[in-house]
């Protein structure tokens, strides 16, 4: 199955500022998915990245405020712009699996501290 | 919108007691999926249910898919310090997948 590699693992930012997250999978991959997971809380869509097109942003989402880019098929990044301590949470990546069991791989996630 | 409903929300049990997580939909399922979360860690897959009425095992873990295909379940036997984290359901809509909220298992020693 496929392993992301995601960082930084954890950050804590000033208001007003932006973090770039980075992920990249060791395989080729069609689509990516970003997910934000507040503490004791679900995992909540963000949005879903393609290569080659604008990412696909789930209700509530806008690009402005999480500028997604998908350069080529085993990499994205997610940006948190002009952040306010309500985006402190924990931020995920992942892709779908096909190869071997179907299911979802993760990230190990960015933990965003915003004060 | 699709969504799933997971209960309960918590439980604590004592070492060695059984646990069972339930997970809802109000429409029909084309599959259902179980993920767990460690303490600070990322969810991580542990298996993807398909046909109606479906069970399946791992070791201690039993997983099932209702008839309708409109409800699961995992239940663990025997609970071990291991098992603390959250089970989260998640089923498939559109080209993405809807994770439950969640239950969170708190093992009592």
């Known amino acids: 199955s496929a392993v992301i590699s995601q960082k930084p693992s954890r950050d804590i930012c000033q208001r007003g500022t932006s973090l770039t997250i980075q992920c990249q999978v060791d395989?080729?991959?069609?689509?990516m998915f970003w997910y934000r997971q507040q503490p004791g809380q679900s995992l909540t869509l963000i949005a879903t990245?393609?290569?080659?097109?604008?990412?696909?942003?789930e209700s509530g989402f806008v690009i402005d405020k999480f500028p997604i880019s998908r350069p080529n098929l085993t990499f994205s990044t997610l940006t948190v712009s002009n952040m306010s301590p309500e985006d402190s949470s924990i931020y995920l990546c992942s892709v779908e699996v096909w190869d071997g069991p179907y299911g979802y791989t993760f990230g190990s996630g960015t933990r965003l501290t915003v004060v | 919108g699709q969504q799933v409903m997971q209960i309960p929300q918590y439980q604590h049990v004592q070492e060695g007691e059984d646990f069972t997580t339930y997970c809802n939909s109000s429409?029909?399922?084309?599959?259902i999926q179980w993920y767990k979360q460690r303490p600070g860690g990322h969810p991580v897959f542990l298996i993807q249910?398909?046909?109606?009425?479906e069970v399946k095992k791992q070791k201690r873990l039993t997983f099932q898919f209702g008839e309708a295909k409109k409800n699961s379940s995992l239940h663990i036997t025997a609970t071990q310090t291991t098992d603390v984290g959250t089970y989260f359901c998640?089923?498939?809509?559109?080209?993405?997948?809807?994770f439950g909220k969640g239950t969170r298992l708190h093992i009592l020693p």
């Open positions: 395989s080729q991959v069609t689509m």
């Open positions: 429409t029909t399922l084309s599959n």
């Open positions: 990245a393609n290569q080659g097109s604008e990412a696909t942003y």
């Open positions: 249910l398909v046909k109606s009425g």
């Open positions: 998640a089923a498939n809509r559109d080209d993405k997948i809807i």
